[in-house]
């Protein structure tokens, strides 16, 4: 079992920045690959951005891809999403997950293990 909790989401102005980050404990947090994922009302979840378990291999979706960075510290057992230039679209919940092995666009279904989710609200 991987239990995973982000935090870090909030209210920001379009065009401003804020960072996800995603707690893991339960297991070897090294051991797994992991992803970003979000949720806006009434859409279905969606790929954001994936990472390597050494870190060494990165993907994003196109509609982030320039604007956000995925990153981890395996010594600290924590997953990050850097999210700059944030557009009202960006509204979401964002999940962390993870699964064992890497892949440059990740489905929902490739992941085992969730966190809750964290809510972003970007204004106009």
């Known amino acids: 079992q991987v239990q995973l909790v982000e935090s870090g989401g909030g209210l920001v102005q379009a065009g401003g920045s804020l960072r996800l980050s995603c707690a893991a404990s339960?297991?070897?947090?090294?051991?797994?690959?992991m992803g970003w994922f979000r949720q806006a009302p009434g859409k279905e979840r969606e790929f954001v951005a994936a990472?390597?378990?050494?870190?060494?291999?990165?993907s994003y979706s196109d509609s982030v891809k320039g604007r956000f960075t995925i990153s981890r510290d395996n010594a600290k057992n924590t997953l990050y999403l850097q999210m700059n230039s944030l557009k009202p679209e960006d509204t979401a919940v964002y999940y962390c997950?993870?699964?064992?092995?890497?892949?440059?666009?990740?489905?929902?279904?490739?992941?085992?293990?969730w966190g809750k989710g964290t809510l972003v609200t970007v204004s106009s």
């Open positions: 990472i390597s378990r050494s870190g060494s291999s990165t």
């Open positions: 997950a993870t699964t064992r092995y890497y892949s440059n666009n990740f489905s929902p279904a490739d992941m085992d293990y």
């Open positions: 339960g297991r070897t947090f090294s051991f797994y690959a």
